[in-house]
């Protein structure tokens, strides 16, 4: 969407996940699904976008035409796609119109132009999605939108509060909060000094003018310390919601996850997808999310990698055994952005094992049988190639001559699924324990593979790329169909189809040999 506009880029960013996915907040939060009427259907089908709407002559205003203009429009693209949505944003509209016009760009001429294009909208019967600042409009008459009246659509409420005078201690915490030069402790200490004055208890609650409390801006400035003391001096903030509907917590996450999907810079201040690159929140943002959860962590850094592996891979019942093994657990999931609770190394979630399992149960399955017992290593080599891209060329072609090579690479996909059906990370590291200590194969065709210049991580590609091909919104949706219930009974996870980022984390990276 980048390519097209900044307006597109918002729009993808702003209402959409990578995969086109509407925002679970539209449609699923407490406050931010607004209306409720529009939900998963927005993941599907084909998107029209109005970036402009704009009748040029003064006496040809407020005649009808800017309708007549979207509804000529939509029905053009009637006749383009079967299903599509329509989606404009008010307040875009606004400015374009401004902007063309030469008019004095002022936020109150913004707001009034902008409410105006949301009645226009909304007299074609588009209705806001979510609380965003989106209006989306659909051809279905039976879909919830088109039964909303448009006075029962959702709007802000009208903003109570006026500039405020701040009262002093007030100014103390919210000072000591921007005050980056202190540490959290000095921080809390300062905050602990203004609260526990009795005559300043009615302060607690206070609320800015976007109905932040004190426990909002300490979690949007993301200070740990701060956060804890107020939790234990007034829990009961933590349930108190600010004008988008975020509780301190959700403030937190929504800031990580802008954080872990996107930033913007270069020429145009242009938007550049980060979800590859995420490698984890730092140690500070971990510990204000344990905070506001009440979540027992562990400090990483004393940790080896090697020590991080073996308490992942650990079973709940090995876990049992070792009394950090479940705050190690709970900081991993809380640093790569786990929301199943069950990811193995924080990351890993319950259907991307399962994915990553089928496919190379499968992948050892087929390169077993095709094409056939009977075929030569050229033909084994020539109608296997889609799945030996990540071999170098030397090693493809040693695949030619050497049958233990090959039966080592169809037996890499067995160990590679032993070891995700065992809720292990399937790193090289951990994949060439289990085939030391675990696999008993012989003859030992997996060590001449790897002798020979095969890898896991050739092995584990293959698979990623194969998970990715088949999945639900990246790929063409075949594993879904093959797996039915067996999937869709496994918890739903943030991290369920970050490949790449997951893919990083094993180890791996995508490689291209000649």
């Known amino acids: 969407m980048e390519e097209l506009s900044n307006e597109s880029s918002l729009l993808a960013f702003e209402l959409f996940d990578r995969y086109g996915r509407l925002n679970r907040e539209y449609s699923e939060h407490e406050i931010r699904k607004g209306s409720g009427v529009w939900g998963k259907e927005l993941d599907h089908g084909d998107l029209l976008m109005f970036d402009n709407i704009h009748v040029i002559e003064p006496p040809w205003r407020r005649k009808g035409l800017g309708a007549k203009l979207v509804s000529a429009v939509l029905d053009k693209t009637r006749h383009e796609s079967k299903a599509f949505f329509a989606i404009a944003n008010p307040l875009h509209l606004a400015q374009e119109r401004v902007l063309r016009n030469e008019e004095e760009y002022e936020e109150d001429n913004i707001r009034k132009q902008s409410d105006n294009f949301e009645h226009f909208l909304r007299s074609l019967g588009f209705r806001r999605v979510g609380i965003s600042d989106w209006l989306a409009f659909t051809d279905d008459d039976s879909h919830p939108s088109r ?114 999907t996107r930033q913007l810079g270069g020429f145009g201040r242009r938007v550049i997808v980060m979800s590859d690159r995420f490698a984890g929140f730092c140690q500070a943002d971990v510990e204000c999310l344990a905070a506001l959860t009440g979540t027992e962590i562990y400090d990483l850094a004393e940790l080896s990698d090697r020590d991080i592996w073996i308490v992942s891979s650990a079973t709940d019942e090995m876990a049992s055994r070792v009394p950090v093994a479940n705050p190690i657990r709970n900081t991993l999931r809380l640093k790569y952005g786990c929301t199943c609770g069950q990811c193995v190394g924080g990351f890993l979630s319950p259907r991307m094992q399962f994915a990553l399992a089928a496919q190379a149960e499968y992948q050892h399955d087929i390169l077993n049988d095709y094409p056939g017992s009977d075929c030569s290593g050229a033909d084994w080599v020539e109608g296997n190639d889609d799945v030996l891209g990540h071999l170098p060329m030397a090693v493809q072609q040693n695949l030619v001559t050497n049958k233990s090579m090959r039966e080592g690479f169809i037996n890499m996909c067995q160990h590679v699924a032993r070891c995700l059906r065992k809720k292990r990370l399937p790193n090289t590291a951990t994949v060439l324990d289990y085939i030391r200590d675990e696999a008993r194969e012989w003859p030992p065709v997996t060590k001449s593979f790897l002798q020979r210049g095969g890898t896991v991580a050739a092995v584990a590609n293959m698979l990623f790329d194969k998970v990715i091909a088949g999945d639900e919104w990246a790929g063409d949706q075949t594993l879904i169909e093959e797996s039915g219930d067996d999937f869709n009974q496994l918890p739903v996870c943030r991290n369920d189809h970050e490949f790449n980022f997951v893919r990083a984390m094993c180890g791996y990276v ?5």
Not at 192 to 215: C, G, H, K, S, Y
Not at 510 to 514: A, L, Q, R
């Open 147 to 260: 039964h909303l009246d448009k006075a029962q659509d959702w709007d802000a409420p009208a903003q109570l509060k006026g500039e405020q005078i701040i009262p002093g201690p007030i100014r103390t915490i919210l000072d000591s909060l921007a005050d980056l030069s202190i540490s959290g402790a000095e921080c809390a200490a300062k905050i602990e000094e203004v609260l526990v004055a009795e005559e300043n208890a009615p302060l607690q609650v206070w609320t800015d003018e976007n109905d932040n409390t004190i426990l909002h801006i300490a979690s949007i400035g993301m200070r740990a310390e701060p956060i804890s003391y107020i939790m234990s001096k007034v829990p009961q903030l933590a349930e108190k919601r600010n004008s988008d509907g975020y509780t301190p917590l959700e403030v937190l996450q929504s800031s990580l996850d802008y954080q872990r």
């Open 510 to 514: 995508e490689i291209v040999t000649e």
